[in-house]
Each structure stands twice: as C-alpha cells, then as structure tokens.
C-alpha cells in the first residue's frame, strides 16, 4: 500500500514569520520539466509594504550587532543550509533543471559563497574604510555604514546559488533586505527562507516574497521607505524594464545596483565568478567622522 | 553697514575698593551658593565651566587675527594700545638709573611728537616703586610692582604678604601678584583662593592683578578655571604671564580670559580687567588683541583701566607705526629712543 | 571712548582682468562670444560681463573635443604624465590665488576673506591631492590586487552650483583627470567667471585641448549635456529637485552619475558642550558662505536645558558679524547670491514667523543696491514648521530643543536628507554614540564646516550618493568592470 504524500505549503517569508499573502492569492509552479512542483503564495503589493515595515524595524538592531555576530550568524546559516543540502539539491535539481550532480554543486557553492560573506563582515570596515590625513589639527576617520533597506530582485535563473549571492552582501554588512524571489523557481527561497528562521537571523532582517516579478517590483522600486535597490532579477523577465524601475526609485534617490547589461540587453551574471567586493560596496555609505585634536 | 556691537546693560562695576579676606569669602560662598567656602566646593564649581576645546579657540584667536586695521582706526588703535601699555622691566639687573630712564620714556614716550599719549604705568620690582614713584610724580602714569615671592610665587604666604605690604607702602598703585601654581596643579584651589584673598586685602585700595602665569597651567581649561578663581578671590585685573616663562601671553590664552571676564561680569555684575604679559612686540600684534577685546569682551573694556599689556619693546614699534601715519613715511629705530 | 570701528579694508579688483564678453572654452580654445547673458555683481547688481549661453550644437562639439582628448592624446597619457599637468595646475592657481579670490567675490558676493582662506587655497589643495593620486590608482584599494586595473569611464559631464564655484569646479575637475577621464563642465548661470579663467589655467598649463571643456549657460544648457548620449558619466551638485531629475534621465542606460545635493543638517549642541567654541561653530556652521552651504548647520538642536543661555550667547555674538561689501577683508558676511535666492529665502523666514517661530537679527543696515539678508535666528521652532524640514539655503537659523540624547538623533535624522550633521559635547563616548546613530555623510563632533581633499564628503538619502574627495571619492571615476563592450557587471550608479 503506498503512503500519500504530506504536502508542504509554501508561504511566504516576512518580519521572521511565514504569511500566506494578504491578497490570498497563489500560482502553480512547475518544474523545468514542466511537472507540477507546488502551489505558492503570489505576493503583493501590501505584502512588499508589510515586508519593508519590517524590514525597517529590523534595520537599526542588525546593524547595532557587532560585526563579529553577524558573521556568526551567516555562518550558522551556512551550517543550517548544509544540514539540509538533500533537500535543496532536490528543489534546485527540479527548479532549474539540472542534473543531481550539477544542482549538488549548485548549493555547495551557495554554501560555500555564504561562508566567504560570513568572513567578510568584520573586514569590510577595514578594508574600504580608513584614517584621512586632512590637513589639520583633527582626527579624521571614513567609515562604511549600512545604507539601510535594500530591495533585491533576486535573478530568475539560478534559484539558490543566486538568490544566494545577492542577498548575503546585502546584510552581511548590516542592510535589511526585502528579497523578490525568482518567480517561476521560488522553492529554494522558501527553502530558504525556512533556513533563515531557523538559524540566529533575527526576523525582518530578510523578508521573502514570491510573486510575479513585474507585478510587485515597481512597488518595490517606488516605495520611499527603501533606500536601495538592487535589480540585477530583473534580467529575464519578459514585461519588466528594468530602467523604469531606476526611474522609479529616483524618487528618493535610492541608491541602483543596475543589471549586468550585455548587448544592451539585461542578463543574469555568472554566479560562479569570484563577486567580488561589488555587491558589498553597493550597499555602503560612508560616514566621515571629524574631531579636533587637542589638550 | 556693520552690526554695532550694544553693550550689555549691566550695573557699573562695583567691585569694593577695600576688600577683607572675609568679605571676599562671603562673597565667593554666595556666588557657589555654599554655606561653606571648602577644596570641595570649589574644585566643584570650577570643574563646572565649560570646556574649552583647544582647536576651536585656537582656530577663534587666528580668525580675529585676520582683521585688517587700516587708517584711521588703526591711528586710533596705536594711540589706545600706547595708553594701554604697562612700561615693564623686571630684570635682575635693574638700577635705579635704568628705571628713572624707563620712567622718562613714560612721560615722554615720542620726544618728536608731543601728542603722543603715555603708557598707563610702569611695572617694576617692589624694590623700585620708589624710584618709579618719584620719576613719574603726579603725572598720572601709574606704577605697578610685582609681588608674593615673582615670578615663581614660591615662598610662605607671610613673605607673599610681607612683600605686596612693602610694595604699597613704597607707594604701588597696582600689584602684580602670581598664583601658587603648585597648589592650583596639585588641586588646592582653596589654597590659591585664600593666597590671592590675603593679598587683596593687603593691597587695600591698591589695584590687584592676579598673574595666572598661563605657560604653566598648559591647557587652556586650566586657565578657565584659574581666571574664575582669581576674580572669585577678588582680583581686579587677570593677567597672563610673569614674562619669565615660555609661553606668555598668546592671542588664545588671552581670548579665554576675556570669555572669562565678560562671563564674570554677566554672572556677577563686576567687571574685571585683562592684562596680557609678555611676547607682544609689534603694533600688529597689539591690535589684533584690541580686535579681540573689542569683539569678545565688548567696548566696556576698550579702555586702559581694564585692558593692559605688559611689555617693554612694543612701545617703541608702536611708536615707529605712529610716525609712518602721521608722517606718512616708514620710519627707522634711529627714530626711537631705546631706554 | 569710541566704538573701535574699522576702517574699510577693500580688497583690489585691480588684481583681476575681466573681459567684456567671454565665449565658450570648447577642444582647448575660446569660441567667439555670442547668445550673451549678463553676469553680475549681487552685492551691488553691476554688470561684470557677458557670457555665452551654451546650446545644444555647442554641447555636442564639446562633448566631441573631449571624446578625442580621450580617445588620443589624454587617454594615451601614463598616469604620471597626467599627474603633472595636475600638479601644475595646483600651482598657477596658488600663484594666481588673489586674482581668482577677488574674481569669486565679485561674482558670487561672499566675503574676501573666505574666497582669499577657504575656496581658493582648497580649491588648489584639490589638484594637489589628486595629482598625486594619478599615477597610484592601483593602490586605492579599488580593485583586488593582481586583477583588472581601474579604468576611467571616458566623458564626464559636471554640473556645479553657484555657492562654491571654483571649489565646486576642483572637487569635480581635479578626481575626474587624474583617473583619466575627459571633462565637460558647466559651472552655475550667476557664477561662470571663475571658471572661465580656469580655462585661462589650463592653457597656461598646457593641457591638451578638449581634456577640460567650460560650457556657460543656464539650466537647459545643463540638461542637455547630463542627456548627451555621448556622456559616460555625470557629476552634478545641486538642488534635490534636479539631481532627481538627472537619475530619472540616466535610468536605463549605462551612465553612471554622482549626485551631491541638499541637505538640512542638524547641528546638536549638549550642555556640556565647550560653550564658547559651539557657539563659534553655530555661527561657522549657518553664516559661513551667508548660510548658501548644502551642508549648512540650519537645525540647531539644543538641550533644553541650556537653550537660553546658548541663544543669549548667540545672539550677543551675532552682534559682532559684519554684513557689507564683500571686498572688505573684515567683512563676515556679503550679499546673497542672486535676486532669486533673496526672494526664496524670504519667503521661508516669512512663512516661518506665520507658522509661530520668532524672528531676531542683530542691528544691521544693510546697503540700499544688491542682495542682502541679515544674519536670522529662528527660535521657538518645532519640527512640524518648514523652516525646520526645507532648505532655506541663507543665513538663517532654526533653533529646536531636545531633551534626550535618543531624542537628538531621532530630531536630527528626521528629514529626507542626511548630507552633513554637529554635535557639541565633551564627552567622548557620547560623541562617538552619536556619529553611529546619526545618518548623514559628514559628522562634524566639536567642529563644523571644514572640508579636505582627503575627506570624503557626501550624503546618505536624498542627500545624493557618491562621495567627493579621499580615497572613496575616486571610485565615482573609475570603472572595476572588465573592459567587454556596453557591460556593465557589478557597478552601482
């Protein structure tokens, strides 16, 4: 006698709990195969508005954690991914269409990639910042600092390697982000987003949405209360230009991590690159700090 | 087209001619608001006043040094700085002969130009007051002596006062008294209150300066705090320096203790003069202290019964840019006498 | 006793030859002056001379003189050749200093004695800073070592306001040349003369034709050269309003931009602040170049408990500023930039006296021809009025209070910008708690208003993004990417 299945329902991910999407609305996602995979929540606009409130909420205390927790905290994320790596290999072997062996590789370099950003939180200070030698009697001292909200369009492509490589910069270095999964392979963010819950990452400081991609991105890209906004999910999507998004966050001068262009045609970047500091200083202010020096 | 500064309207200064060191007490433990006048209380209030931030105040004094004097303010501000000056020689090697000579240069500081306004006194050492006294007479040039053990202050509070006594008894109209610098480092404010107390009393109706001897307390809270001390204690002028240590006077040193004075008088209605000693040589440098007068402390103390300096040369150089604006040629030090 | 008045002290215009009509400075040469426009004096509405307004044919062969500079003679130029003409530049502006201090005056109307101490001898420490960056960009931590050099991007279109211009020119001329980059650059309608005689400089330095090009003009003259297509890159400083509407026009495209724009700095004073040196600070920070400073203090936050014995001290030292001809060396304050400025700012002081603020000014006659405004202090101000949220953009000052140092930071970073911020206190753990929580670009602690080539500047939020000056300023000038065509991997705007 064969047993029936317990099937998982796939939620969204924001302030730290899994909603269904306030519009109660969900779309049938299918493998590369074109079988049936899940049905997923279609987020919102309010569901992108609630996302951001509590990514902002979030904001101030991830980025008040000293560097030092936050690598530890990607790190125990790394370790969580890990422990689950069967299941992902089995979702992203699904969602992109790859052989087990190609999608094991696929998440062990998403691994792989989260641990190197989990090193780099308490080095980036260090290295993009310094002393100014100004020409008086001041100390004088530049600094990155968070630029705060980030909204990321995570690529279309590739559903965990990707999705992966974007986000991890964005809050290793104290930014909260509002993620917009790729639309048509959501199930490694959910995934995710279940990995996420259950490491130390405080709720909001990652939100997760699945939603059609044009619908909610320039809501995402509008919203004045997202300082910036990264774009590179936009290649790929058939009735998004991704300029009308830039336009969009001129409003309030959010700061745009354009897509990669080539051919004046947007494409998804090679995950398998060195990234690189890129995607680090994308998401960074720097404050400078003067002081007299005296007795 | 510029902002005319208003002065503050204050009650004259009253401050009480005669002081006892009692009286003084009181009124200091009125201004704390203590039953008791204790170290305690005092290191309290004065560790109180704001900070100074060295590099602000510096960056202040080098921006009121950028005013350009030009014409006729500038004739107007030699003629002031001349009358403000207090004519000092404080040397080892002092004679009756070279203090009668720098006492005839008091009276006729420019023997080509008789327009030319005398210094306000001349400072010497307790043992030439009556020399100074006799040259200068009643021309109304006053004379100044140091006192209490100058320039280092270190001996008993009997010698202190034994010499500021031998001083005004010679005839002294103003005392230069210096701090127990020691005891000020060291924490002992109420010491240094009860020294510069004893002596104004001594004084009686004799003017006291109260020489902070600013190179030695370093910073410039340090000199905050003492310029406050000093007034608290009752002296009528604060000056910066006994001209023996480096550095004396400085337009920085000097700007706090005007902020000091101008505090002073708004906190208590008496008005307390400013005496920079030392190191100031040119005309240039003396009206950049009169810029600074004029803009921190206001008009009230444009005026040589409440801004001095002490110095010996800049009298001459002072002298040397009044006949380049009278004559409208440069003059030469063969133009000046050298006394 | 008198009053201890100074004399006038006017500086010499004799110093500055100014030429009755100026063309356009285009591929290394002047262009014969035509479509002129006035260029006065504001602080006694007297014509200085006639410029050219740039049109969109003109914007199109300095665009092309700086793609040849690029593609030739400049591009082919090792970075220590480069830096040279950088260095040589620094030094003709120092030994011409007086001329290009009066000529700022004249046109801008600040006082001399800010042009002769800050503009000028900072706009020249610029190129001297940069100079040597030219030939080191391996070394700015740009790249990762052992991989693709920074590269310039190519043509730079600069736009400048009018309240710093020759500065202004020099934060974004001198990065833009020693990464190699080509320049076309339009300083501000009111102020185009000392530019124009920076043209002058760059002949005299001998720097190839078309590396840097000076286009006056208005505002269309401005659009048309940020919407180029030719234009790889803009720098602008400016309005808010404008820098939005420039990275709308770059949206889509491979353009990068650079955006240095308003700001409403809170400058947050404790009661234990060093008294004397903040209320220098307070009036360093709002009356400093008349207050027309995007970084200017024009939030004073005080505790609570010491805010009328800061304004009382205030105001006693506001007594002492002197308003007047700007070529007076003792001149505090000179006129205001344009007529239009004047009308804005009083306008917003009006607008605040309506919403509940109370108005002083120091006693003050102010000359009959010109454009001036008196030293302003806006107290009783709440959060709610606009002169507490707008950019006034003048010498006028909104004091609130706070009573917490939590209710500080929330005050001061309670507004759409966040270029610039102050904070008084002797105590230096609060100081450094304060830097953290406060979101702006510059944080001033114990001092306000000053400014090196080493120090990045720039904001956060609407304040615009990049930075200008230091280390970080260079990477708004170079590209990391590798050199495919019309990729544009990995960069942010």
Same mark, same amino acid.
């Given at each position: ?207 997760i949405i699945t939603a059609r991609t044009a619908e909610v991105a320039p809501w995402l890209a509008s919203h004045r209360d997202v300082n910036a906004i990264d774009l590179t999910g936009a290649a790929g999507v058939d ?57 | ?9 204050? @009650?004259? +200064? ?35 006043? +704001? ?18 004097? %030009?014409?006729?303010? %500038? ?22 002969? %070279? ?5 005839? %240069?008091?009276?006729? @500081? ?40 100058? +320039? ?87 000056? &910066? ?5 480096? @550095?004396?006077?400085?337009? +920085? ?28 040589? &040119? ?49 030469? @030090? ?6 | ?181 080509? =320049? =076309? ?13 920076? /043209? ?64 409403? #700095? #809170? ?120 002169? /507490? ?85 260079l990477a708004a000038y170079v590209t990391t990417s590798p050199r495919t065509p019309s990729s544009t991997t990995g960069d942010t705007r």
């Amino acid at each position: 006698m064969s047993r029936l299945d317990v099937r998982k329902t796939y939620k969204l991910y924001i302030g730290g709990a899994f909603p269904r999407s306030e519009s109660g609305r969900s779309y049938e996602v299918v493998s590369a195969s074109g079988e049936f995979l899940a049905n997923v929540s279609m987020g919102s606009r309010k569901d992108v508005r609630d996302a951001v409130g509590a990514a902002r909420s979030a904001q101030r205390g991830w980025a008040a954690a000293t560097a030092y927790n936050r690598g530890q905290v990607l790190y125990r994320v790394a370790e969580i991914l890990e422990g689950r790596r069967g299941q992902f290999v089995d979702e992203v072997a699904a969602a992109e269409g790859l052989t087990p062996r190609g999608a094991a590789a696929s998440v062990e370099a998403a691994i792989d990639r989260l641990v190197w950003y989990a090193g780099w939180t308490d080095k980036v200070a260090q290295v993009l910042g310094n002393l100014n030698p100004v020409a008086g009697p001041f100390f004088n001292v530049s600094v990155p600092e968070p630029t705060g909200v980030v909204g990321v369009l995570a690529p279309q492509g590739s559903s965990l390697l990707g999705l992966v490589s974007v986000v991890a910069p964005v809050i290793a270095t104290g930014n909260t982000a509002v993620v917009l999964s790729s639309a048509d392979r959501p199930l490694p963010a959910v995934t995710l987003g279940e990995v996420f819950a259950t490491s130390d990452l405080p709720g909001g400081v990652v939100n997760i949405i699945t939603a059609r991609t044009a619908e909610v991105a320039p809501w995402l890209a509008s919203h004045r209360d997202v300082n910036a906004i990264d774009l590179t999910g936009a290649a790929g999507v058939d009735d998004l230009v991704w300029g009308e998004l830039e336009a969009a966050a001129a409003d309030n001068l959010k700061r745009v991590l354009r897509p990669t262009v080539a051919g004046n045609v947007a494409v998804e970047p090679d995950w398998s690159a060195d990234p690189g500091l890129g995607r680090l200083r994308a998401f960074l202010e720097t404050k400078t700090v003067w002081h007299p020096k005296g007795i | 087209m510029t902002v005319r500064t208003t002065s503050p309207s204050l @009650p004259s +200064p009253a401050a009480p001619s005669v002081a006892t060191t009692a009286g003084t007490v009181a009124h200091a433990r009125d201004v704390l608001g203590v039953s008791r006048l204790t170290n305690h209380a005092l290191t309290g209030w004065l560790h109180g006043l +704001p900070g100074v931030d060295q590099v602000g105040c510096e960056a202040r004094a080098a921006s009121l040094g950028t005013r350009s004097v %030009k014409t006729t303010s %500038k004739a107007w501000a030699i003629d002031l700085a001349i009358g403000m000056i207090d004519l000092t020689t404080l040397e080892g090697a002092d004679t009756v002969g %070279k203090v009668r000579s720098l006492c005839a %240069k008091a009276l006729v @500081p420019d023997p080509l130009d008789p327009s030319t306004p005398r210094p306000a006194a001349v400072c010497v050492y307790g043992d030439m007051v009556a020399t100074a006294k006799e040259a200068l007479g009643d021309s109304g040039v006053r004379v100044a002596a140091v006192a209490t053990a100058f +320039p280092s202050g270190r001996a008993s509070l009997a010698v202190k006062l034994a010499d500021t006594r031998d001083a005004v008894r010679a005839g002294a109209d103003e005392i230069d008294m210096v701090i127990d610098r020691g005891a000020f480092l060291s924490g002992e404010y109420l010491t240094v209150f009860n020294q510069i107390a004893d002596v104004k009393a001594a004084c009686g109706d004799t003017h006291l300066k109260v020489i902070l001897e600013t190179g030695e307390l370093v910073t410039y809270d340090n000199v905050r705090r003492a310029a406050h001390l000093a007034m608290l204690a009752g002296g009528d002028f604060i000056k &910066t320096s006994t001209g023996k240590v480096a @550095p004396a006077a400085t337009l +920085p040193v000097t700007l706090v203790m005007l902020e000091a004075v101008r505090d002073w008088r708004e906190l208590t209605g008496v008005q307390v003069g400013v005496k920079p000693a030392g190191g100031i040589r &040119t005309t240039k440098d003396a009206i950049k202290y009169l810029v600074m007068v004029s803009e921190v402390a206001g008009e009230p103390w444009l005026s040589p019964d409440w801004f001095r300096f002490g110095a010996s040369g800049l009298l001459n150089d002072l002298l040397l840019q009044r006949q380049k604006l009278v004559t409208g040629a440069y003059s030469g @030090p063969d133009y000046v006498t050298i006394d | 006793m008198p009053t201890f008045e100074y004399a006038p002290a006017p500086e010499s215009r004799a110093v500055v030859t100014i030429e009755k009509s100026y063309g356009l400075f285009i591929d290394g040469t002047f262009t014969r002056p035509k479509a002129l426009f006035d260029t006065i004096n504001p602080a006694d509405e007297s014509v200085l001379a006639q410029v050219t307004q740039a049109g969109p044919r003109d914007v199109d062969k300095a665009v092309a003189a700086a793609r040849r500079a690029f593609d030739g003679e400049w591009g082919a130029l090792s970075g220590a050749e480069r830096g040279k003409y950088l260095f040589r530049i620094a030094r003709i502006l120092q030994e011409r200093a007086r001329e290009f201090a009066v000529l700022e005056t004249l046109d801008n109307g600040k006082p001399i004695k800010e042009t002769r101490d800050v503009d000028v001898p900072v706009a020249a420490a610029h190129f001297f800073y940069h100079a040597g960056w030219a030939d080191k960009l391996e070394h700015a931590g740009l790249t990762p070592s052992g991989g693709p050099l920074p590269r310039p991007h190519g043509v730079v279109a600069q736009v400048i306001p009018w309240n710093f211009p020759l500065l202004m020119l020099a934060w974004k001329i001198a990065p833009a040349l020693a990464t190699g980059n080509t =320049v =076309v650059l339009k300083p501000a309608e009111t102020t185009p003369l000392s530019a124009l005689l920076f /043209a002058q400089v760059c002949q005299q330095a001998g720097l190839p034709a078309g590396v840097v090009n000076i286009l006056t003009g208005d505002g269309r003259t401005g659009q048309a050269l940020v919407e180029h297509p030719d234009v790889d890159k803009i720098a602008f400083t400016g309005s808010t309003e404008v820098g939005k509407a420039i990275a709308r026009s770059i949206a889509g495209t491979t353009k990068k931009a650079t955006l240095e724009l308003g700001g409403k #700095a #809170a400058n947050v004073v404790f009661d234990d602040a060093p008294i004397d040196q903040a209320i220098e600070g307070i009036v360093n920070g709002i009356f400093f170049n008349q207050g027309q400073v995007c970084c200017a203090g024009s939030r004073l936050l005080v505790q609570e408990n010491v805010h009328d014995q800061v304004v009382a001290k205030l105001k006693r030292r506001l007594e002492t500023l002197r308003v007047g001809d700007p070529l007076d060396k003792n001149s505090d304050l000179g006129a205001i930039n344009s007529r239009a400025q004047l009308e804005r700012i009083t306008r917003l002081v009006d607008i605040g006296v309506a919403q509940g603020a109370q108005r002083w000014s120091p006693e003050c006659s102010l000359p009959a021809t010109g454009f001036w405004f008196p030293p302003t202090v806006l107290t009783g101000v709440a959060q709610t009025h606009r002169v /507490a949220t707008e950019e006034i953009f003048g010498p006028v000052l909104s004091v609130l209070t706070f009573r917490t140092p939590a209710e500080a930071v929330a005050k001061a970073n309670n507004t759409p910008y966040g270029l610039s911020a102050g904070v008084w206190t002797e105590k230096g753990s609060r100081i450094l708690w304060m830097a953290d929580q406060l979101k702006a670009g510059v944080v001033w602690a114990n001092t306000f208003n000053r400014f090196d080539p080493t120090s990045p500047f720039g904001g956060y939020k609407e304040s615009g993004y990049g930075r200008e000056g230091g280390r970080q300023g260079l990477a708004a000038y170079v590209t990391t990417s590798p050199r495919t065509p019309s990729s544009t991997t990995g960069d942010t705007r």
